[in-house]
């Protein structure tokens, strides 16, 4: 069964703090993803990572960043918080090549509150 | 620039009627489609899929419907049982083995 694990399932911050969402999948998969989920927004992509040490913006990337140092662990940081950025914020990953790589695999969900 | 539309935030549909929820895109590059459930405090599941190839696509009691010259797919569960209330969000393949997601939306079985 795969399983995707996020380091906090609710996380209360301040304006201007340094935070850091941790992800974990155990099934070696090479792609993994970061997404926010906003009511009436659906899911957008902030960032993903093919590979160690590989990161590519998606669609939101403004005052996020990433860091792969393992194939498992793929790591959102957001630089300095704002309220804009409370939402509830989910890591997927899926297997590389072929159809099958499309179905996304997702953690239960980090809901981050800034105040 | 929502490349994947679901213009019904929520449905209410009685247990054992049939349910269908509905997905627009405007890519015409998009190829795979899938559907995805999700609980409130849980991640979404991967439900069910389809490639442009087919127009349909069966799987118990969730079909998947796509009709390319409408771009258009439709997700219709048989019967609505009440585990089927949810958020249903509908995606589809944005190149480079990414996803694009739809707004969603809410299911409600009534008993």
């Known amino acids: 069964d795969v399983k995707v694990t996020q380091s906090s399932r609710y996380l209360v911050k301040r304006t201007g703090e340094k935070v850091f969402l941790e992800c974990v999948q155990d099934?070696?998969?090479?792609?993994m993803f970061w997404y926010r989920q906003d009511p009436g927004l659906g899911l957008r992509l902030i960032y993903f990572?093919?590979?160690?040490?590989?990161?590519e913006k998606g669609d939101i990337p403004e005052g996020y960043s990433v860091s792969r140092e393992k194939k498992e662990r793929f790591s959102l940081i957001l630089e300095s918080a704002s309220t804009n950025q409370t939402s509830m914020y989910l890591c997927?990953?899926?297997?590389?090549?072929?159809?099958?790589?499309?179905?996304?695999?997702f953690g239960p969900g980090t809901r981050l509150t800034v105040t | 620039d929502q490349q994947v539309k679901q213009n019904s935030p929520s449905l209410s549909v009685q247990e054992g009627r049939i349910s269908i929820l509905n997905c627009d895109y405007t890519n015409s590059m998009f190829d795979y489609f899938l559907w995805y459930k999700k609980y409130p405090a849980e991640g979404p599941t991967f439900l069910i899929s389809i490639s442009s190839i087919k127009d349909k696509n069966e799987d118990g009691r969730f079909t998947v419907f796509l009709n390319k010259s409408a771009k258009h797919l439709s997700l219709h569960i048989v019967p609505s049982q009440p585990g089927d209330s949810a958020v249903y969000f509908c995606?589809?393949?944005?190149?480079?083995?990414?996803?694009?997601f739809g707004q969603g939306t809410r299911l409600t079985i009534n008993p």
């Open positions: 990572s093919y590979d160690v040490k590989m990161k």
């Open positions: 997927a990953s899926s297997p590389r090549g072929g159809s099958w790589s499309y179905e996304q695999y």
């Open positions: 099934m070696d998969h090479e792609n």
């Open positions: 995606a589809a393949n944005g190149g480079a083995q990414k996803l694009v």
